[in-house]
């Protein structure tokens, strides 16, 4: 037994069932979410983003892996406090799993970029939610992961505490591209954007549009880029 087992002992999130964070059990009792144009919200067939909704410099598409409840919601809580390392470690495992049941909808040869931290203070013990998931969920899937692609300018109030309407005025002008991003222009590959919970979608439209808007202009007019979340 760990130090951290003492102070946070493992029960299920869900159902309290002893030894793990997430349990099978209530991993399984969550419905599949319907997939949604990310521009209109409707149902759309395998999350693409409908051919009239479509803008240049919107999603192409989005998937989501939960619903935002029960025990997925508990652990995407639970992210933010100390034990996240050890919740984060069991989510992973299942999110990798299930996005390759996803991958057949996903651009081919995509690089895994995750919208970079702003609004969660990394916590006391140094966990870096984005680098976390990503690295492992993109060595699992074989993708790249371009970790820093997307950099972060200047910080802004946590999106959950405003309303939708000021959430997209929030956030816009946060996201900047590094160096990185030339050789996704010249390689011309489409990107999957990450987040853990889309509600608005504000944060990961915003990422898309600083995305394509350069792609474009430096040529790469084929590259797709979607949304994919743990949850919604
Ligand atoms: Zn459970
Ligand atoms: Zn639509």
């Not at 949604?36 to 983003?49: A, N, Q, R």
Request: with cysteine; hydrophobic share 35%; aromatic share 12%.
């Amino acid at each position: 037994m760990g130090i951290i087992d003492l102070v946070f002992p493992r029960n299920c999130l869900g159902c309290k069932k002893s030894g793990v964070y997430i349990c099978g059990s209530c991993i399984q009792k969550l419905p599949q979410p319907t997939p949604l144009c990310p521009l209109c919200e409707k149902p759309s067939v395998d999350g693409f983003t409908h051919f009239k909704c479509k803008k240049a410099q919107g999603l192409d598409g989005l998937l989501t892996l939960w619903p935002y409840q029960g025990v997925i919601r508990r652990a995407i809580i639970a992210l933010k406090y100390k034990y996240a390392r050890e919740v984060g470690d069991e989510l992973r495992k299942y999110a990798a799993t299930k996005i390759k049941d996803y991958l057949p909808f996903l651009p081919k040869d995509a690089v895994f970029v995750p919208i970079p931290l702003y609004w969660y203070k990394e916590n006391v013990r140094g966990f870096n939610q984005a680098a976390f998931f990503g690295k492992y969920i993109s060595q699992k899937v074989g993708w790249e992961f371009l970790p820093d692609l997307l950099v972060r300018k200047k910080h802004t109030r946590p999106q959950t505490e405003l309303r939708s309407e000021e959430r997209q005025k929030n956030i816009r002008g946060v996201f900047a591209l590094s160096k990185h991003s030339q050789s996704i222009v010249k390689s011309q590959r489409s990107i999957v954007l990450f987040d853990d919970v889309y509600t608005t979608g504000s944060t990961l439209k915003e990422a898309c549009k600083v995305l394509k808007t350069y792609l474009r202009r430096q040529g790469n007019g084929t590259g797709k880029v979607w949304g994919l979340t743990i949850a919604r």
